[in-house]
């Protein structure tokens, strides 16, 4: 009889989790297909040409580095069993990218520096891996074509690494051609613009995380510095743009909380993937991220995305749709 009910007991228990378990990861998931959903839409309409196979050649990439990401997080958190939620992908069904990343929630205090280091770095080093790939199958597929303006453009802004992958594969010194991104390379694009992002080293991004290891209790005067040049920097070149970016910083602080132990030691080999991962930011970071334009673009200063009309591209693959692109820009720069 007592094992009967002792065995009762275990089963009621695994079912409590396994109620819990599910009711926990349902609106993560929820919002998982969503975002799946608002990115493969911006990559029909922007991407894609009113193709959804050119959708999917956005959307796919974009989710499988942002997965990347986010899953790089939580299973750090897991490994070191810190209380954190699932990831929350945030669907936002407008371009340029079709969501605005994706967030975990940390319930308690992380034990310990080493701890809070192998969190915060995993996730972009795991999203950049998955992006560089991408930005490889991307630009191998993309293509140069004449500058002559010809309808509305995205211009997107190139970060040094990106620039550097596009002379392996294209000799950008003609003024004359610019380079127009298959829709994989543009969810590298992205991938590596929100990594980036994440990296800043300030307050309770990805960044500040990996600083607050490096420096603990002396982060915040690094942080309290870089915050004020960049709002310097929006004022005087006058990039109002990354005004709602640095509201957002600063409401939610540019401290970082402790760990429970500060004493850890990262030892070399993190301390030097640390400082690494942070010299990121110099790279992969634009500050006129995109841009749309009427007019020819810089082919020294920004990577160019034609517009292009959604009945041209209705029934007809990416490489068809961009040869009698560049014919028609042939004969037009010819007239």
């Not at 550097?164 to 000799?171: N, P, R, T």
Request: hydrophobic share 50%; proline share 7%.
């Amino acid at each position: 009889m007592t094992k009967t009910t002792e065995n009762a007991g275990t089963t009621n228990a695994n079912e409590a989790r396994s109620t819990q378990t599910a009711a926990r990861w349902r609106k993560p998931l929820v919002l998982y297909a969503a975002t799946w959903a608002t990115t493969t839409f911006v990559g029909f309409v922007f991407y894609g040409g009113g193709s959804w196979p050119s959708a999917l050649l956005f959307s796919v990439p974009l989710m499988i580095i942002l997965t990347a990401h986010e899953w790089g997080h939580y299973w750090q958190t897991r490994r070191y069993n810190i209380p954190a939620s699932p990831p929350f992908f945030i669907p936002f069904p407008l371009p340029p990218f079709g969501t605005l990343g994706a967030l975990i929630r940390m319930s308690g205090r992380v034990p310990n520096a080493k701890a809070l280091f192998d969190v915060g770095v995993s996730g972009p080093l795991a999203g950049l891996a998955a992006t560089l790939v991408f930005l490889a199958v991307g630009l191998a597929n993309s293509t140069m074509v004449d500058a002559q303006p010809a309808g509305e453009a995205l211009v997107f802004g190139e970060p040094l690494l990106f620039r550097w992958a596009s002379l392996l594969f294209f000799d950008r010194s003609d003024p004359s051609q610019v380079l127009t991104m298959h829709p994989t390379a543009a969810a590298a694009w992205v991938g590596l613009f929100l990594t980036t992002l994440n990296l800043f080293p300030m307050g309770q991004l990805d960044g500040g995380h990996v600083l607050y290891a490096l420096l603990r209790r002396r982060a915040v005067y690094f942080s309290t510095s870089l915050f004020i040049a960049a709002a310097g920097a929006v004022f005087l070149f006058e990039r109002w743009n990354w005004l709602a970016a640095l509201f957002l910083i600063a409401l939610f602080g540019l401290e970082h909380p402790p760990t429970v132990d500060d004493s850890t030691r990262l030892g070399p080999l993190r301390t030097a993937i640390g400082w690494g991962t942070l010299a990121l930011v110099a790279i992969g970071f634009t500050p006129t991220p995109v841009d749309v334009e009427s007019g020819a673009p810089s082919t020294e200063q920004s990577v160019f995305f034609r517009i292009e009309p959604l009945e041209r591209a209705a029934n007809a693959d990416f490489c068809a749709t961009r040869a009698v692109f560049r014919d028609k820009s042939g004969e037009r720069a010819k007239s």
